[in-house]
């Protein structure tokens, strides 16, 4: 059996370079987690701008909705009150006469070339 000689600088260099190989891995793995982390984050904070700005959307429906303009709104679209001095119109309908309905044609569907459908076959979701 050769006797080979054992050269520690060598193995403490081989040793090194395989804990910096080691240190690089880790490093990398850390800064995949920091940027998965980073994306998360910026998907919550678009979220939470949503629902800060529905609820002041809301807000806005609620507060209008305690007006007197929208009682009045109301009072005047679907209530069908009038205040005084208001002149109220009622159409009324001549007898005999039937509404005039007019027919609306659909509208034509332009063809396709040939190229368009496949490409909407392959390109379009």
């Known amino acids: 059996m050769p006797n080979i000689p054992i ?5 403490a260099v081989f040793l090194g370079i ?3 190989i080691l240190l690089v891995i880790e490093f990398n793995s850390r800064l995949e987690e920091l940027n998965r982390l980073n994306d998360q984050r910026d998907e919550i904070r ?3 701008t949503q629902s800060i700005q529905t609820q002041m959307a809301l807000q806005t429906q609620v507060a ?5 303009a929208a009682v009045d ?3 005047r679209t679907e209530g069908h009150y009038v205040l005084e001095g208001d002149q109220p ?3 009324i309908v001549q007898p005999g006469s039937d509404p005039v309905i007019v027919p609306t044609t659909p509208p034509i569907p332009t063809p396709m070339q040939n190229w368009e459908v496949w490409w909407s076959l392959f390109f379009e979701e």
């Open 89 to 91: 119109v009622i159409p």
């Open 18 to 20: 395989f804990l910096l």
């Open 46 to 48: 678009v979220l939470a």
């Open 7 to 11: 050269n520690f600088r060598r193995v």
């Open 73 to 75: 709104e109301w009072a």
């Open 64 to 68: 209008y909705a305690n007006s007197d």
